[in-house]
């Protein structure tokens, strides 16, 4: 395929569509009153978004697979894509976790004393549903990882390439990608996977290697919810369990960092190895 040809999917009418989506499900939020409706609507926009891709993709006959996915992965690429992908999301959860903490430690008496006013809830009542669950899994380890790898990786990141190097087609397009997530604390580490995502793309050509690792992240973050959903208590920590939680926390982020680290260094010199897969383009082209 011809990288000039995804020129054809102007970003600016994608900006609108995702605008004019966003405001929508804001109303919805405030207009409709059901179970789980929070969760339907990012389920919603989620096919909308996918519906737009694929439709741009058929209009204009992209395609994304230059290689057959079991020429190009070993067992040993595979483990490299899982082990950084899954140090990057473990760490995030860390990260979370500290700063959460850190925050309950600064302004424990006062959220205790808010605490004591609230009435009891029913432990049933702040348990999500089984449906919350099943339309969670759908949104982030199914639907996400396909339209936005398509999107960033598939589109955007190959455009890029046309005009910049593979390293820095990468970091930018990982930088919308951060910036896109909204949540501060998962910008720095959304970035990061882009990369690894970035990486993997333009290494193995081939968009199901980044979809499957972007899903494998996003179902850790799934168990991970799970998890904080099941195992959530009514009552506060007390400040010896969370300074207890601080420690052990910090000890984790400094573990994943330093193995984060050596990773990185490690494979270093493959990533400044990435060369163009397309000629550059000397003309200006809009976005």
């Known amino acids: 395929m011809d990288y000039t040809e995804l020129k054809k999917f102007k970003m600016r009418y994608f900006i609108l569509f995702a605008i004019f989506l966003f405001i929508a499900s804001i109303v919805l939020v405030f207009a409709v009153d059901f179970p789980e409706s929070e969760q339907w609507i990012t389920f919603i926009m989620s096919i909308c978004f996918l519906m737009y891709i694929v439709y741009q993709t058929k209009k204009w006959n992209f395609t994304y697979n230059e290689q057959p996915m079991n020429t190009i992965m070993s067992k040993g690429r595979w483990a490299r894509y899982l082990s950084i992908t899954t140090c990057f999301q473990l760490i995030t959860v860390v990260f979370t976790t500290i700063v959460v903490t850190l925050l309950y430690l600064m302004f424990e008496e006062l959220l205790q004393n808010l605490f004591l006013f609230d009435p009891m809830i029913d432990l049933e009542e ?41 390293q820095k087609s990468i970091i930018i397009s990982s930088i919308i990608f951060g910036i896109i997530h909204l949540n501060p604390i998962n910008v720095v580490f959304a970035f990061a996977l882009g990369c690894v995502l970035g990486y993997a793309y333009l290494k193995t050509k081939n968009i199901f290697v980044p ?16 998890y904080t959903n099941q195992t959530a208590e009514l009552d506060l920590p007390s400040t010896e369990a969370a300074q207890r939680e601080l420690l052990i926390n910090g000890i984790l982020f400094i573990v994943l960092a330093v193995v984060i680290i050596i990773l990185l260094v490690k494979y270093y010199k493959r990533f400044r190895q990435l060369k163009n897969p397309v000629p550059k383009v000397v003309e200006q082209e809009e976005i």
Not at 136 to 164: Q, S
């Open 211 to 226: 979809m499957l690792l972007h899903s494998f992240s996003n179902f850790l973050a799934f168990l991970q919810f799970v």
């Open 126 to 166: 702040v348990q999500p549903s089984l449906l919350v669950y099943i339309l969670f899994f759908i949104n982030i380890c199914i639907l996400a990882p396909i339209y936005e790898e398509l999107l960033f990786r598939g589109i955007l990141l190959r455009r890029f390439t046309l005009r910049w190097s593979p």
